[in-house]
C-alpha cells in the first residue's frame, strides 16, 4: 500500500508573536518617535529662549540703534537687544540682574547733548 501523508486536522497555526512588525509598522513607528522628539526639542528650545525677563526702554535723547549695539557688546553673553528705531526704544531679554546694570546705564547715556560751542539766539 502506498503511504499517503495526511494532514492531521487538529493542527492550528503557530500564534504570531508579539515582535513581529511589517516595513510599514517600523516606518511608522519611526515616524510617531520622530514627531515626539521633535516637537519636545522644539518645545524646549521655545521656553528656554522665553525664560528672561522683558525691559522695555523708551529714550528722549540716545539714538536706540546705537544703544543697543553697545549694549549686545557688552552683554553678548546673556542678554539679548533689540531696538525700535521708531519709536527709540530698546526692548532688553534677560536675566533679572542685568536688568539693574542696563536702567542704570541707560540712565548715563540718555542725557540731553551739550551744545559746546552753540552760539545762543541773541548774539
Known amino acids: 500500500m502506498p503511504a499517503v501523508w ?3 486536522m487538529s493542527e492550528t497555526k503557530p500564534n504570531r508573536r508579539w515582535f513581529r512588525f511589517s516595513i510599514r509598522d517600523l516606518l511608522l513607528i519611526t515616524l ?3 514627531l515626539a522628539i521633535g516637537w519636545w526639542l522644539d ?6 529662549a522665553n525664560s528672561g525677563e522683558y525691559a ?3 529714550l528722549k535723547y540716545a539714538n536706540a540703534k546705537a544703544v543697543s ?7 553678548a553673553s546673556d542678554v539679548s537687544v533689540t ?4 519709536l527709540n526704544a530698546i526692548l ?3 536675566p533679572a540682574k542685568r536688568q539693574n546694570e542696563i536702567t542704570a ?3 548715563q547715556s540718555d542725557v540731553r547733548p551739550t551744545t559746546i560751542g552753540a552760539q545762543s539766539p541773541g548774539q
Open 56 to 58: 522695555v526702554y523708551y
Open 105 to 107: 546705564l541707560l540712565q
Open 6 to 8: 495526511v494532514a492531521d
Open 32 to 34: 510617531i518617535a520622530a
Open 43 to 48: 518645545h524646549r528650545k521655545l521656553t528656554k
Open 69 to 75: 549695539g553697545a549694549l549686545q557688546q557688552l552683554f
Open 92 to 94: 532688553v531679554r534677560g
Open 83 to 86: 531696538s525700535d528705531a521708531r
